[in-house]
């Protein structure tokens, strides 16, 4: 029900804070609890959403066109 972010912005580290009154975060699995993450992920994550379970659509690979 609690999370810390702290990462680094132009000059300095910045320690993110965010306890919740009444749910928990879902939190995406990986090995020791290591997960890297993207900027889009992580407001998805403190916004509720359980990025585990979201997949984007399927990427195409074409080896000509017509």
Request: cysteine-free.
């Amino acid at each position: 029900d609690k999370i810390k972010l702290l990462y680094w912005e132009d000059n300095g580290f910045v320690l993110y804070y965010k306890s919740l009154a009444e749910e928990k975060f879902h939190w995406p699995g990986g090995e020791e609890g290591l997960v890297s993450l993207t900027g889009q992920q992580i407001n998805w994550l403190l916004d509720g959403y359980d990025i585990g379970a979201m997949k984007g659509h399927k990427k195409l690979q074409y080896e000509a066109t017509f």
